[in-house]
């Protein structure tokens, strides 16, 4: 890690580098802002949804200990920010940063962003209000869910995901869908499955390819970067966090 923060106006950065990996500790557009253009081959990541919740007040409450927790349950997650705006301000918001991530985007560089079905419309209309093209949805089907009787379970999650202008047909073809389990051991209230991730980030084409996650969280993004020998550079606004994904990823720059 970085002994020396680097300073930014009301954040003072801490970093982590391995040469193939970087971390930031910053908030995301800020960080966005201070990137150079056309430095990256996909953005993918797992933003704060705002949602757990019809009502303002559900949006409000706790993000591990209310919204996103079963009752009863003994683990302990940190809290997370940025999940209580309602949706014009998330409309805006969303917006605004994946306007930054396509600045930082090569022309043709692949963008893939999950939500859930509270916020899907409001995360395809970002990405287009961003100027992005706009390619499709690729669900994550959970093996296990919470059941709901009488109704149907809300057994999937959404990967939005586009391109900074045209893309030129070229390579495999993935699959539009993936079914994996929700990670039992977890160190982040909302982490993705490891081998999700790791399929999902095979699109990025080539040994060289730079991976972004402007919301880093515990680092699975990075991880599956890594085990595919990709470059990536993760960004995390909440300290305890970031120090989470370091003491995650630093052990494996090792191996």
């Not at 430095?39 to 993918?44: E, L």
């Not at 757990?52 to 591990?64: F, Q, V």
Request: charged content about 20%; proline content about 7%.
């Amino acid at each position: 890690m970085n002994a020396s923060p680097q300073s930014s106006g009301r954040l003072q950065l801490e970093s982590y580098t391995d040469g193939r990996v970087s971390l930031i500790h910053g908030e995301a557009i800020e960080t966005l802002r201070g990137m150079p253009s056309n430095s990256v081959d996909m953005v993918m990541t797992d933003p704060p949804y705002s949602s757990g919740g019809m009502m303002r007040g559900d949006r409000a409450n706790a993000t591990c200990r209310v919204k996103y927790q079963q009752t009863g349950s003994g683990a302990h997650y940190s809290e997370f920010s940025g999940d209580n705006r309602d949706q014009r301000s998330f409309v805006v918001w969303s917006s605004i940063w994946m306007g930054e991530a396509r600045r930082v985007m090569k022309p043709g560089g692949l963008i893939a962003c999950f939500t859930d079905w509270r916020q899907l419309p409001a995360t395809t209309d970002s990405m287009q209000v961003a100027g992005l093209v706009w390619r499709g949805l690729i669900p994550w089907v959970k093996t296990g869910f919470r059941p709901c009787k009488g109704r149907w379970g809300n057994q999937a999650e959404y990967l939005v995901w586009g391109t900074n202008g045209p893309r030129k047909l070229d390579g495999p073809c993935f699959p539009g869908a993936y079914k994996f389990a929700t990670p039992r051991d977890r160190i982040h209230m909302t982490q993705k499955p490891l081998d999700l991730m790791t399929e999902l980030c095979r699109v990025a084409h080539g040994p060289e390819a730079v991976i972004l996650d402007p919301f880093m969280g515990s680092g699975t993004t990075i991880e599956a970067a890594m085990a595919l020998g990709k470059r990536a550079t993760g960004i995390e606004s909440d300290p305890e966090i970031f120090k989470t994904a370091v003491g995650r990823i630093s052990p494996l720059s090792s191996r």
